[in-house]
């Protein structure tokens, strides 16, 4: 039975006062399902969206949230692919037109009539969320969906920009940002891809988990050591062969050139308010390094990064608070005291 009303955490302005309150279910149009979100991950990108950091117009009011694992509850007359009772996955990327040259290539990111879950459309800070049935995630039942629900964006984007980095068997990749919620996801995809993972964050907690629960084979503090310095240490004076850039700050963007190996490539995913990418011209021409952006994933790259999952590859640690307390949860992350990822239970 799909009840009315619901809870959910609504914000009308950036930066405003989030409220946890009950507001109407919605209902699916016919090539939608409904989703009953049993468990939410909290992404930085969330608090982005609330403090309006960047350069992309948001839906107001919004219910933000785009990591939603849950059971479909309703489908809409067209959707005759996933029906009522399977588990499914609201992800940032909500529906895409279809019909361009970047969704004819499965390359849907990069879609211009792109709706965003939790950012252009309400995502899943609520009980009841609607996605586009095309695009929701298929979530095998055998898996559990309080773990899936930050593979549902942190995952798939880490499984995607380590693909991209071109990276091969062998290599060392320096996963900048390592202790946060992408990048905990990334020590694992990185190492069950087969990468020796150099893991960049700042802390002995995080330390901690990177070397002992997520696979790193070193770890680099950057709040003690000299980044640069360290990692061409721990690489034979090379560089790693690729970086993936997590962090939420501008400086690692301006760096990571530095501790990248030639011919290497630096991965650019952290969204850091107003930040510039710079290096030096000469050496990045001369070692032919290679700088690009990743966006989330696509559909493929979403069972992909599910299918790791259910193969017992990756078991990132997270902890498990209430939606009621998604402010809380916000302010934690915004002095970075978060170690991995917050995971909301969404039941009220
Ligand atoms: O598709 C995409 N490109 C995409 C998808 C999802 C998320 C991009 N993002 C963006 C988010 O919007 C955000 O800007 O990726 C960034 C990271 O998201 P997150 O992992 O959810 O954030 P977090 O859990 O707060 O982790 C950030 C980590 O960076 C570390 C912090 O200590 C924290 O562990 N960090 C910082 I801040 N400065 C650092 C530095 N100088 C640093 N680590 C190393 N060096
Ligand atoms: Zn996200
Ligand atoms: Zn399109």
Redesign the pocket.
């Known amino acids: 039975q799909i009840p009315e009303m619901q809870w959910a955490q609504v914000f009308e302005k950036n930066n405003g006062p989030i409220e946890y309150k009950q507001i109407p279910v919605p209902k699916p149009g016919p090539d939608e399902v409904l989703v009953n979100i049993k468990y939410t991950g909290v992404?930085?990108?969330d608090l982005?969206a609330w403090k309006g950091d960047w350069p992309l117009a948001e839906k107001l009011p919004l219910v933000g949230g785009h990591e939603g694992a849950g059971v479909v509850v309703a489908v809409g007359e067209l959707v005759n692919d996933i029906k009522v009772g399977d588990h499914a996955g609201i992800k940032?990327l909500n529906g895409s037109c279809g019909a361009c040259d970047f969704c004819m290539a499965s390359d849907e990111p990069l879609c211009g009539q792109a709706l965003l879950s939790g950012y252009t459309v309400d995502g899943t800070f609520q009980q009841y969320c609607i996605g586009k049935a095309a695009h929701v995630a298929r979530i095998p039942k055998e898996v559990k969906l309080d773990a899936i629900a930050p593979v549902l964006?942190?995952g798939i984007?880490v499984y995607k920009a380590l693909k991209e980095s071109g990276a091969r068997s062998g290599n060392t990749v320096a996963i900048?940002?390592a202790?946060?919620?992408?990048?905990s996801l990334a020590c694992q995809y990185a190492k069950a891809m087969g990468f020796r993972v150099l893991a960049?964050?700042?802390g002995d907690e995080?330390k901690d988990m990177c070397l002992n629960k997520l696979g790193a084979e070193d770890f680099v503090d950057?709040t003690k050591q000299d980044v640069v310095a360290t990692v061409k240490d721990l690489t034979g004076g090379l560089g790693a062969h690729a970086v993936i850039l997590?962090?939420?700050?501008e400086?690692?963007f301006q760096q990571a050139t530095e501790y990248c190996r030639s011919r290497g490539t630096v991965v650019c995913?952290?969204?850091?308010a107003k930040a510039r990418i710079s290096a030096e011209v000469f050496p990045t021409v001369v070692r032919m390094i290679t700088i690009k952006g990743?966006?989330?994933g696509n559909r493929l790259d979403t069972q992909e990064a599910i299918d790791f999952f259910k193969r017992g590859l990756i078991n990132a640690p997270f902890k498990t608070a209430k939606l009621s307390e998604l402010t809380k949860i916000f302010k934690l992350?915004e002095e970075?005291k978060?170690v991995g990822r917050y995971v909301l239970d969404c039941s009220a």
């Open positions: 992404c930085h990108t982005h940032w964006c942190a984007t900048t940002g202790g946060g919620g992408l990048g960049i964050d700042g995080k950057f997590l962090a939420v700050s400086k690692p995913v952290g969204l850091p990743s966006y989330v992350m970075g978060i």
